[in-house]
């Protein structure tokens, strides 16, 4: 159990599907993101919330959007995604102050998409 | 050239041997580094985090940090199967502490 739960942890949808992944952070963080991982592929960082203000879209097409109600919660909508979204999305939360072991980032088990 | 370089092996190595990880990166303002180990079909789970040069150990796990040579290691001492895992480098500037720049991960196997 790492304090950050997300689900479904599986979820096949289809081209035209509307749907939503959840995470919920249990740790009193103030800060929330969303990752894609890719095969063969590092880490990408998309969405950052602070205290529920988006502070950073690393370029995402507009089919992901974010909804973060408060410091606990992050949702991400799917809507309208390509065969290659198909990836493990990954929420992590972390504190917000002076850098150190206990303010990084702490990451969720992860929800496998499969678009087709 | 990528900030981040890290060998994706795979990396297969019997019971009891010491393995060496190893990422390099190119961007001079990274102070923050970490080791995340990845079990299949998880998520990452932080294992070690360093500032600036120098050693860290912590049990059977050592981390290494040079600035000089933009070079950071991982060593695992008498390694086991449940090491098996995918380690993936993530480092950080200063101010940056939320903006993680990964490696693409080494997939290790500890074989009995």
């Known amino acids: 159990e790492t304090g950050v739960t997300q689900t479904p942890r599986h979820l096949v949808m289809g081209m035209t599907n509307k749907k939503s992944l959840k995470c919920e952070q249990h740790l009193g963080h103030n800060a929330m993101y969303w990752y894609k991982q890719s095969a063969k592929k590092p880490l990408e960082l998309m969405f950052v919330y602070n205290f529920k203000e988006q502070t950073e879209n690393n370029s995402v097409p507009s089919r992901f959007s974010p909804e973060c109600p408060n410091s606990s919660h992050l949702f991400l909508h799917l809507h309208t995604l390509q065969p290659e979204d198909s990836a493990l999305y990954l929420c992590a939360s972390s504190q917000i102050g002076p850098q150190g072991p206990g303010n990084t980032i702490y990451f969720g088990e992860g929800s496998w998409l499969t678009v087709v | 050239q990528k900030e981040v370089e890290q060998d994706p092996g795979p990396l297969s190595v019997p019971e009891g041997a010491i393995v060496s990880l190893n990422c390099t990166y190119s961007n001079s303002a990274f102070q923050y580094f970490m080791w995340y180990r990845q079990y299949s079909r998880k998520g990452p789970e932080l294992l070690m985090y360093t500032y600036s040069s120098g050693n860290k150990e912590d049990g059977r796990f050592t981390a290494q940090v040079d600035k000089s040579s933009k070079y950071i290691s991982l060593f695992i001492r008498d390694s086991q199967p449940s090491d098996s895992a995918t380690y993936l480098c993530?480092?950080?500037?200063?101010?940056?502490?939320?903006?993680?720049?990964f490696g693409k991960g080494t997939l290790l196997t500890v074989n009995p």
């Open positions: 993530a480092m950080s500037a200063v101010g940056s502490n939320y903006k993680l720049t």
